[in-house]
């Protein structure tokens, strides 16, 4: 760093600051300060950074998977803002594993990252506790079922993703709803559907919804090709996720069924295969980075004032994407 200091006529400290992303130097000192860095191969050394700053540069982030795009798409979104601020992301996923999710919650806590994201509620609930005696900036995002109140949530209104898909299918005429969930995970999203079907007085009984636990197309199938034997066709299924929905649409072409001619079918996310699917799939879109953004730029701030975040809740209004898996019922 005195190599560099020397070279580019300026002191340590505003190396340090050009390094590090701070916006206190000017961009012509900065660009003298880069191209020192450039002709001496300067790389900082971290670990003696860390010692002398009491900070990592580090943002630990715990996320369910990133096998799922919805999960992938705000993992991305996170570390190019992270990287923006020169921090770094120490990525941890739970895989749906209660006592994985406390062990990463514990372990990431006490490493001496700077702050920690983390997303997804389902295998964390009972590690919020973990959470708030660490002093360090904390932020949940893309929780849904009773985000806690003693600290800061990014989430999307799930319970109006579910209402969306609902009103979108009633809309177009349809009286019997078949729901195929991944239960109990989104139980607010079937709430959601259930209230726009009730506000034309129109129920979605218990027998009419069914679990499809592992949230993926081949579940979907196998929980679609049981509703349509046990209740005949509906005319609309709404799945509460686009994995879901696209094996709904595989079992009701086994039926001998069309979409949307004979069954509508309306999911929840906007992954990439949704646009792509025969038919193309009418979902209610989640704004992944719009939610990333906000639940990263939290964090960013709690980490400039070296406190943490105090309580809030922040939800993302979800948009329908009306395609051509969805119609008005027959007759």
Request: charged content about 20%.
């Amino acid at each position: 760093m005195a190599d560099v200091a020397k070279r580019a006529g300026v002191t340590k400290q505003t190396v340090s600051n050009v390094v590090r992303g701070r916006s206190v130097v000017s961009p012509d000192t900065r660009a003298r300060v880069e191209a020192a860095i450039a002709e001496l191969g300067y790389t900082p050394n971290l670990v003696a950074r860390s010692l002398a700053t009491g900070t990592t540069m580090t943002v630990g982030f715990i996320v369910p998977t990133i096998v799922h795009p919805f999960y992938s798409e705000v993992v991305e979104e996170v570390e190019t803002l992270l990287e923006e601020h020169s921090y770094h992301l120490l990525l941890a996923t739970t895989r749906g594993d209660g006592e994985r999710a406390r062990r990463h919650l514990a372990s990431l806590s006490s490493r001496s990252v700077d702050a920690l994201l983390v997303a997804g509620d389902f295998d964390l609930s009972d590690g919020v506790p973990l959470l708030d005696d660490h002093g360090l900036p904390v932020v949940l995002c893309a929780w849904e079922i009773d985000p806690p109140d003693t600290l800061p949530v990014v989430t999307v209104d799930y319970e109006q993703a579910g209402y969306l898909a609902g009103r979108h299918l009633r809309e177009l005429g349809h009286r019997r709803l078949t729901v195929i969930a991944d239960l109990p995970a989104h139980r607010i999203r079937v709430s959601g559907a259930r209230r726009a079907f009730a506000e034309d007085g129109l129920d979605v009984p218990a027998d009419s919804v069914f679990p499809a636990p592992r949230a993926t197309p081949e579940s979907g199938y196998e929980a679609a090709m049981l509703a349509l034997s046990a209740t005949g066709h509906p005319t609309a299924v709404f799945a509460s996720t686009d994995a879901i929905a696209l094996g709904v649409i595989e079992a009701v072409r086994r039926h001998g069924l069309r979409v949307p001619e004979d069954v509508s079918v309306v999911g929840i996310d906007d992954i990439p295969q949704a646009s792509h699917a025969h038919p193309p799939l009418t979902t209610v879109a989640l704004p992944k980075r719009q939610m990333a953004q906000e639940a990263t730029g939290l964090l960013l701030r709690g980490i400039a004032e070296s406190r943490p975040v105090p309580p809030s809740l922040t939800l993302i209004t979800p948009e329908i994407l009306v395609r051509e898996s969805s119609a008005p019922p027959i007759g």
